[in-house]
């Protein structure tokens, strides 16, 4: 787990690399939810995810050695696409295992940026195992996408843009998938905003920090379709507690309320968010959290297939 430190340092080593993105009122949410709402727009971050934080700073953190073997990771496909870009800004070479059903936009930039895609594994953990494994035999520098420090430290810098522009933020809701992003989060604020709330969600279909949460420990979950693709996975102990240790709670939401969420945020605010990025506000709109305001909703991605859109869309 970073400290409050390593997150100041990584936003220096990030500075010229990632974008300020946006923190925007939303009138519509804000009468929705009865208080006043913000959207953190990291679905127009370079890449668009949130990713890109992470990678850069792990990759800026690495020794010359180290990025000279080259990079390895597995990634659901925006962790990914940020390493590859990394890679290619910082001169070396990434290998990227992603899941065959990753979606289609998200590989074809991971190939555009450079990098040697593998997409053959069944899932996350699969990919994920394939790639230690290329580390172990080739001796490259694996990168996990959530649970390397530096990763984590990266990602937490979008805390402090917050606590910058809104200090007297009251409640931050943050998706999860692995848990790097509200660890991070959780850290900033525990240290500069004790007072406020660090709220998770996840999708019914990838809930496997909320049953670590329900049952005190990691526990195996199922891997099952989902329009939030870049929540899937499980969760081990030791990144349960990293999250426990900093997060208030974590709630779940309905597949239709992501839809929803989707079809509110293009229409109602003008973004294009996949479905991981929206389940935040699904969250508000569908009254699984209450809020008191002033809140920030962390729209984190924006990677989702033309099909997939137009099917949401139509509803």
């Not at 992470?54 to 990914?80: D, I, K, Q």
């Not at 309905?254 to 969420?261: H, L, M, P, S």
């Not at 506000?281 to 959290?289: D, K, N, P």
Request: overall charge negative.
């Amino acid at each position: 787990m970073p400290a409050l430190d390593d997150v100041y340092r990584a936003q220096q080593r990030v500075a010229d690399a990632v974008r300020r993105t946006p923190l925007e009122s939303s009138s519509f949410l804000s009468e929705a939810a009865g208080a006043a709402i913000h959207l953190k727009l990291e679905c127009w971050q370079r890449t668009r995810s949130f990713k890109v934080r992470g990678a850069f700073n792990a990759v800026a953190s690495l020794s010359p050695a180290e990025r000279a073997r080259g990079l390895v990771t597995a990634s659901a496909g925006n962790h990914g696409q940020a390493l590859a870009l990394a890679a290619l800004e910082q001169d070396t070479r990434a290998t990227i295992f992603v899941p065959a059903s990753a979606p289609q936009t998200k590989q074809a930039r991971i190939r555009r940026l450079g990098a040697d895609l593998r997409a053959n594994a069944a899932s996350y953990d699969e990919a994920d195992a394939m790639a230690r494994q290329h580390a172990a035999e080739t001796g490259a520098t694996y990168v996990h996408a959530f649970s390397d420090a530096a990763v984590i430290a990266g990602q937490a810098t979008v805390a402090l843009e917050i606590l910058d522009e809104l200090p007297g933020v009251r409640e931050i809701v943050v998706p999860v998938g692995g848990g790097g992003l509200i660890a991070g989060i959780g850290v900033v604020m525990r240290a500069l905003a004790p007072g406020a709330r660090v709220i998770g969600v996840q999708s019914v279909e990838t809930r496997a920090m909320y049953e670590a949460f329900r049952h005190g420990a990691a526990v195996q979950t199922a891997i099952t379709p989902t329009l939030a693709d870049g929540l899937a996975g499980c969760t081990d102990e030791a990144t349960y507690r990293r999250v426990r240790a900093v997060t208030d709670e974590i709630v779940l939401v309905e597949e239709r309320d992501i839809a929803g969420a989707i079809r509110m945020l293009h229409a109602e605010e003008g973004v294009t968010a996949e479905g991981s990025g929206a389940v935040a506000v699904a969250a508000v709109l569908s009254g699984r959290i209450s809020l008191t305001g002033p809140a920030v909703l962390l729209v984190t991605g924006g990677n989702i297939d033309s099909a997939t859109l137009a099917a949401v869309l139509a509803g």
